[in-house]
Antibody, heavy 121, light 109 residues
Framework: QVQLQMSGPGLVKPSQTLSLTCAVS??????????WSWIRQPPGKGLEWIGY???????YQNPSLKSRVTISVDTSKNQFSLKLTSVTAADTAVYYC?????????????WGQGTLVTVSS | EIVMTQSPATLSVSPGERVTLSCRAS??????LAWYQQKPGQAPRLLFY???TRATGVPARFSGSGSGTEFTLTISSLQSEDFAVYYC???????????FGQGTKLEIK
């Protein structure tokens, strides 16, 4: 059974960079044909797709965030990461990492528990 | 961007009732539509993909249908554990620009 464990600071100052890592256990990030997603949810609001990455390093990002988002993968550590630059209060959200289906369609089929990141000075 | 509109925003229902939640896409997403259930303080849980394919472990009282721009999630007889927020999610674009609906909250009447 795959498990996704997120790590990273819960508080980031405005204009700085938000950095989160999602460690995958219970399976190799390289195998099974999966891709790996980031999604966020502002407090009391709905879900926003950030982007996803394949183990090869191929990434796709939300165009509205693309200039500020970097998604990367470290297969040696079995983890993937999110960096979001120049954050503002609008980036305050619960951030989720997720595994995408290996069916050929990239929808999340298993989500990590999420971590709240607050942007505040 | 494909806009996903869910209705109603909130639905007050009693246990045992049958409920239907709607999700409309601003343009066709074929059958590339997933449904998720989210309970307070928890991550979303996949219920359906491909509009009507039930995910592993999802009870048979849940059903999904639709294609193109109109989709529904039906719960045949609400159980106490079904009170939650439900989101639809389209994954049809290429290159990807995936979007979620704003959610429908099922609350106890």
């Amino acid at each position: 059974q795959v498990q996704l464990q997120m790590s990273g600071p819960g508080l980031v100052k405005p204009s700085q960079t938000l950095s989160l890592t999602c460690a995958v256990s219970g399976g190799s990030i390289n195998s099974g044909g999966y891709s790996w997603s980031w999604i966020r949810q502002p407090p009391g609001k709905g879900l926003e797709w950030i982007g996803y990455i394949y183990h090869s390093g191929t990434t796709y990002q939300n165009p509205s965030l693309k200039s500020r988002v970097t998604i990367s993968v470290d297969t040696s550590k079995n983890q993937f990461s999110l960096k979001l630059t120049s954050v503002t209060a609008a980036d305050t959200a619960v951030y989720y990492c997720a595994r995408n289906s290996n069916s050929g369609d990239d929808f999340p089929d298993y989500w990590g528990q999420g971590t709240l990141v607050t942007v505040s000075s | 961007e494909i806009v996903m509109t869910q209705s109603p925003a909130t639905l007050s229902v009693s246990p045992g009732e049958r409920v239907t939640l709607s999700c409309r896409a601003s343009q066709s997403v074929s059958r590339n539509l997933a449904w998720y259930q989210q309970k307070p303080g928890q991550a979303p849980r996949l219920l359906f993909y491909g509009a009507s394919t039930r995910a592993t472990g999802v009870p048979a009282r849940f059903s999904g249908s639709g294609s193109g721009t109109e989709f529904t999630l039906t719960i045949s007889s609400l159980q106490s554990e079904d009170f939650a927020v439900y989101y639809c999610h389209q994954y049809n674009n290429w290159p990807p620009m995936y979007t979620f609906g704003q959610g429908t909250k099922l609350e106890i009447k």
